[in-house]
């Protein structure tokens, strides 16, 4: 994977709440709309209607983003920095999901990526390696 990689992040805020979302890291889990489809539709443009909910309702959907695509962040609320230990975890017939502060870093030593969670390809077949890209449902990966 090049360090090239596309990094266009849109942002949906309130006076409240930024949602993040970098479509290059998802993977369409599509836990966000399972957990509050009122702020997350797929099929409405724009997707995410961040005041739709409460600012903590929001950000509970965001937090069962398994990839790190979706990210929040309080308007005028300093982030704490991360307390959890690192954690990889493969999910069933899907990517390895990493938590607690992530740094994907290239064959040169360029920084892919930063944050808290990532999903990591484990099927092979994705187009966006290292990072999934859904191909794993595609190809019925299982393991």
């Not at 398994?66 to 990210?71: F, M, Q, T, V, Y």
């Not at 493969?90 to 290239?106: C, E, I, K, Y």
């Amino acid at each position: 994977m090049s360090s090239t990689r596309d990094r266009v992040t849109k942002e949906y805020a309130t006076d409240e709440i930024v949602v993040e979302w970098e479509p290059s890291l998802c993977f369409h889990s599509r836990n966000c709309v399972r957990a509050l489809p009122r702020v997350f539709d797929e099929k409405r443009r724009p997707w995410v209607k961040v005041d739709a909910a409460s600012a903590d309702e929001v950000e509970a959907a965001v937090a069962r983003c398994p990839s790190g695509a979706l990210r929040t962040r309080r308007v005028g609320v300093r982030p704490l920095p991360h307390q959890d230990a690192p954690q990889i975890r493969a999910s069933a017939d899907g990517p390895l999901l990493v938590s607690g502060g992530v740094r994907v870093v290239d064959a040169d030593g360029s920084v892919l990526f930063e944050g808290e969670k990532a999903a990591l390809c484990r099927c092979g077949g994705s187009a966006n390696k290292p990072f999934c890209d859904g191909t794993h449902e595609k190809i019925d990966f299982r393991g």
